[in-house]
């Protein structure tokens, strides 16, 4: 255990838990072993005598005194057991309130996505249809001045409105993309961050072979969270870093690592982590089992790094038997 600890294997809260844990439950396995052989070989031995009593064939008996030199031991054993038990339940109610915490900010996260994607269609889509029908309405308004052969005016709206028709189909599917790419299933996470690298609105180079990240090579929904993880990072160096290159880069073994990386400005991240919404990719990389590092200072870029272990079990999973462990042990 104390190895695990220093190598960084674990965390030591939960080895040293589960120390607790093991040996208060080996503890009352032994109290409880041996005061069951007790009880039952003390009740065999009072049937015994009372069979011979009845049968009038037993002489007379000496009752061995029990011996009663372990029960100190027992006794020590049980304050153990207790203390322990109240180890137990302090640390389910620590990771209860652990858990109701994780759940309250991916609640806050998911209530921030929505009203970010509600602005979204506010101002994309909801502006472009709101300029498609003051278009027809100038095209409506020409053709009823001019009744016979529609007017050049009214030939140029309609056109205008088509290709206003047209851009806010694609900002519709872009907000769809936002929510779920549609395609992470076909093409599996490097294909994936490949198309978003295309439509980043400004030039992001692609450096790893999108095959070594095919489907169902991670768990969909950590292939979900690293993406999202990738692409907030793209869209910070778009938007803030005044970059001339930005790049992507994997690299996959037992550990799958993704790299984002820019030449921009830089910043200090005691000031602006919060801004940037770095706190929230490192809960996305806390919920993957995976760890997140950034690295970046002012005038000298920024690089993003995530790495995910291939085995770590679902986002879902996780939090599901969190939840059930920890109100069990509460009840």
Not at 150 to 177: E, F, G
Request: with cysteine.
């Amino acid at each position: 255990m104390a190895l695990a600890i220093v190598a960084g294997w674990a965390d030591p809260d939960i080895l040293l838990d589960a120390f607790w844990v093991t040996l208060a439950i080996g503890a009352f396995v032994f109290t409880l072993r041996v005061a069951l052989l007790r009880i039952l070989l003390g009740s065999l031995f009072d049937i015994a005598y009372s069979a011979s009593a009845a049968s009038g064939h037993g002489g007379a008996m000496e009752i061995e005194p029990l011996d009663l030199a372990e029960w100190p031991l027992l006794a020590v054993i049980s304050i153990i057991v207790a203390l322990m038990a109240n180890r137990v339940s302090t640390t389910a109610r620590r990771y209860a309130a652990l858990y109701r915490q994780a759940s309250d900010r991916l609640i806050k996260a998911h209530e921030e996505e929505r009203a970010r994607l509600a602005r979204d269609l506010h101002d994309s889509v909801g502006q472009t249809l709101t300029a498609v029908i003051l278009t027809l309405d100038a095209a409506e308004a020409g053709l009823r001045a001019e009744p016979g052969a529609p007017s050049s005016t009214a030939q140029t709206a309609i056109r205008r409105a088509h290709a206003l028709a047209a851009t806010a189909l694609d900002q519709a599917q872009a907000v769809a993309t936002q929510l779920r790419p549609a395609r992470i299933h076909e093409i599996g996470l490097g294909g994936t961050i490949r198309d978003l690298a295309d439509s980043a609105g400004v030039p992001v180079e692609v450096r790893f072979d999108p095959a070594v990240l095919p489907p169902g090579l991670l768990e969909p929904e950590q292939e979900i969270g690293a993406y999202r993880i990738v692409q907030e990072a793209v869209g910070n160096a778009a938007r803030h870093s005044r970059a001339a290159r930005i790049w992507i880069d994997a690299e996959v073994s037992d550990v799958i690592r993704l790299e984002v990386g820019d030449d921009g400005v830089g910043f200090d991240q005691s000031t602006k982590s919060r801004g940037l919404g770095l706190e929230g990719m490192r809960e996305r990389a806390d919920i993957l089992m995976g760890r997140l590092d950034v690295r970046s200072r002012p005038g000298a870029g920024t690089t993003v790094c995530l790495a995910i272990p291939r085995s770590a079990p679902s986002a879902s999973a996780r939090l599901s038997g969190a939840a059930g462990a920890a109100m069990d042990a509460v009840r």
